[in-house]
């Protein structure tokens, strides 16, 4: 039996980060949506599964995940874009949380070191 944590909804497997990009970037900004304590979750991310979608409606998984090493980063898998693009697995650093509303808006850093 897995545990949830309180930032999880009841049923689902990954909340939904929306990104006004087709690719992310240093500065890039995607909004994680259907937290139950965006205040909370801001000011101490937990790890979490997202589906990624970006700004040309494609959709790609990614994982957040604290680390004490270098902060928090974002996982994200390979995915191509509406363009036709392929863009690598790759892990970024977050520079940022901040709330937005009810979502928790993140800041891409650069990329980790992997």
């Known amino acids: 039996m897995t545990q949830s944590s309180s ?10 980060a929306v990104c006004g990009n087709t690719h992310l970037f240093p500065g890039a900004r995607c ?11 801001a000011a101490d ?9 970006l700004s040309d409606d494609v959709v790609t998984e990614a994982e957040l995940h604290p680390s004490r090493q270098v902060g928090p980063v974002l996982a994200v898998s390979a995915y191509t874009t509406g363009a036709g693009t392929t863009i690598e697995a790759r892990t970024w650093l977050i520079r940022e949380f901040a709330r937005r509303g009810d979502d928790v808006e993140l800041t891409i850093g650069g990329r980790a070191e992997t």
């Open 7 to 16: 930032t999880e909804p009841a049923g689902a497997q990954a909340f939904l």
């Open 31 to 41: 909004r994680v949506q259907g937290l139950s304590d965006p205040t909370a979750f």
């Open 45 to 53: 991310p937990r790890p979490v599964e997202l589906e990624l979608r």
